[in-house]
Nanobody, 124 residues
């Protein structure tokens, strides 16, 4: 069992930055691919970014490519999402996700574990 706890959400102006963190419980964090998803009001949950177990492979949605950066620190059981040049359309609840398969995170978007979510609000 893996428990995920996100933090770092909040409010920002358009063009600003926020960094989300997700801390995972358990001693097998380094064997999991990790991802970030988001869900805006009235919309379906969508993929944002993912990182493989080693941190050597990263994947991004087109809408955030070149603005967001996903990274991980396996010693701290933590995955990060650095969000720069924020836009109002980035406003959503952001969820951390974990799965042993990177394909489950990036392709099927059906993952084993979800965090509770953290709100990000970007004003124009």
């Amino acid at each position: 069992q893996v428990q995920l706890v996100e933090s770092g959400g909040g409010s920002a102006q358009a063009g600003g930055s926020l960094r989300l963190s997700c801390v995972a419980s358990g001693r097998t964090f380094s064997s999991y691919a990790m991802g970030w998803f988001r869900q805006a009001p009235g919309k379906e949950r969508e993929f944002v970014a993912a990182i493989d177990w080693s941190g050597g492979g990263t994947y991004y949605a087109d809408s955030v490519n070149d603005r967001f950066t996903i990274s991980r620190d396996n010693a701290k059981n933590t995955v990060y999402l650095q969000m720069n040049r924020l836009k109002p359309e980035d406003t959503a609840v952001y969820y951390c996700a974990a799965d042993r398969s990177i394909a489950q995170v990036t392709v099927t978007r059906s993952v084993d574990y979800w965090g509770q979510g953290t709100q990000v609000t970007v004003s124009s």
